[in-house]
Each structure stands twice: as structure tokens, then as C-alpha cells.
T-cell receptor, first 112, second 113 residues
Framework: DGGITQSPKYLFRKEGQNVTLSCEQN?????MYWYRQDPGQGLRLIYY???????QKGDIAEGYSVSREKKESFPLTVTSAQKNPTAFYLC???????????FGPGTRLTVL | GNSVTQMEGPVTLSEEAFLTINCTYT??????LFWYVQYPGEGLQLLLK?????DKGSNKGFEATYRKETTSFHLEKGSVQVSDSAVYFC????????????FGQGTELSVKP
């Protein structure tokens, strides 16, 4: 099956700990994106990458970091510098020849 | 700047009622416009899109027309079902900005039998 996988679905961490969220796609898409969703709000862009080994900050990059070492993978690290990390995190990917993004199932992060 | 504004929810309808969810946008150039749907606890699914003025996107009985003169992309469905209950997001992709999406705040739809 082709698609975007995010793991785990639920993640709990203690305050002050860094945590890495996984995003993998086997669609051969070039671009990948990370969004954050808070209750009753739209999605906000954290980081995005259009090619391997390159990425750009989105609108709310502070306290987050990413890497893009492989085309299939775009992990997001939520650092202890992120002041309010509890949220639903969504990864998306997009092929080069369209402007349509396809989303993974999301990871709900709760920081205790 | 670029932004999307949706009508506030929640919207509650009876089955077979007509649905309209308003969406207006602000953008430079000619963005592509999208409607995505999110079911509880899940990611977003593309519902429909339109890439230029006067284009109509349609899928599963839902329709939206790209109106440049009113900068709108309202979502409509003639007869909703209980299974349409979800959160609907209007979004745009600004021209030449890496394909990123800018979302409205979402509109929750609840359809009662």
C-alpha cells in the first residue's frame, strides 16, 4: 500500500524532554511538510522540504527542528524550547507536478 | 499577505438538508484553492480543488466554484448525510511559495438523522 505513515499515533512526554515524530512516505513525492493543529484552529506550517538535504522554516518554526536525509523520511523534533508543544501534528507530502498535498494520519503529542 | 477566512461553526443540519460553508480568501497572484475534510482523530483528506478563476471543483456531491471577483470558494452540497459529519477546511496555495498551504480555521459540520 502506498501512503504516508506517522508514528506513533499517540505520544506522551515529560516537560523538558525532546521528542521526535516520524513521517515516512512511499509515494515518491518530492516535497514534505509538517503542520501543527490546535483545537478549533486551522493548521499552521512548521517546516517544509522540497528536496533532499534542504528545508525551510514555516510560520511557527521556533522550538522545532527537522532533517531530510532521505526522500522518504522527514522527521520532526519537538525540542524543550517549544513553549506549548501539546498539539496534533500532521505530516504531508506533494509530488513535484501538482500543488495538491496528501496528509498522514497525524500524531497527537501530549506533554505532561 | 495571504489568508483564508471561513464561516464559524459548528454547523448543525438535518439529513438531506442543503449545505453551504462560506470561504473567502486574500492572496496575491492566482492561488490554487482547496477544500479538505477531517474526520475525528484522523488526518486531512482532499475533498476538491480549483486552480483558476471560474473553475468548479466537485467530489462526492460537494461543489465549490473559484470566484475571483468576490475572492470566494464556498462549499456546497445539495443533500447532506450523517456520514458527512466532519470538520471542513478551506485552504489556498500561494504562488511560488514552495507549495505550502494556508488554512482557514475549519468549520465543524454535524448532520443529525
Amino acid at each position: 500500500d502506498g501512503g504516508i505513515t506517522q508514528s506513533p499515533k499517540y505520544l506522551f512526554r515529560k516537560e523538558g524532554q525532546n521528542v521526535t515524530l516520524s513521517c515516512e512516505q512511499n509515494l515518491n513525492h518530492d516535497a514534505m511538510y509538517w503542520y501543527r493543529q490546535d483545537p478549533g484552529q486551522g493548521l499552521r506550517l512548521i517546516y517544509y522540504s522540497q528536496i533532499v538535504n534542504d528545508f525551510q522554516k514555516g510560520d511557527i518554526a521556533e522550538g522545532y527542528s527537522v532533517s531530510r536525509e532521505k526522500k522518504e523520511s522527514f522527521p520532526l523534533t519537538v525540542t524543550s524550547a517549544q513553549k506549548n508543544p501539546t498539539a496534533f501534528y500532521l505530516c504531508a507530502s506533494r509530488p513535484a507536478d501538482t500543488d495538491t498535498q496528501y496528509f498522514g494520519p497525524g500524531t497527537r503529542l501530549t506533554v505532561l | 499577505g495571504n489568508s483564508v477566512t471561513q464561516m464559524e461553526g459548528p454547523v448543525t443540519l438535518s439529513e438531506e438538508a442543503f449545505l453551504t460553508i462560506n470561504c473567502t480568501y486574500t492572496a496575491t497572484g492566482y492561488p490554487s484553492l482547496f477544500w479538505y475534510v477531517q474526520y475525528p482523530g484522523e488526518g486531512l483528506q482532499l475533498l476538491l480543488k480549483a486552480t483558476k478563476a471560474d473553475d468548479k471543483g466537485s467530489n462526492k456531491g460537494f461543489e465549490a466554484t473559484y470566484r475571483k471577483e468576490t475572492t470566494s470558494f464556498h462549499l456546497e452540497k445539495g443533500s447532506v448525510q450523517v456520514s458527512d459529519s466532519a470538520v471542513y477546511f478551506c485552504a489556498l496555495t500561494p504562488y511560488n511559495q514552495g507549495g505550502k498551504l494556508i488554512f482557514g480555521q475549519g468549520t465543524e459540520l454535524s448532520v443529525k438523522p
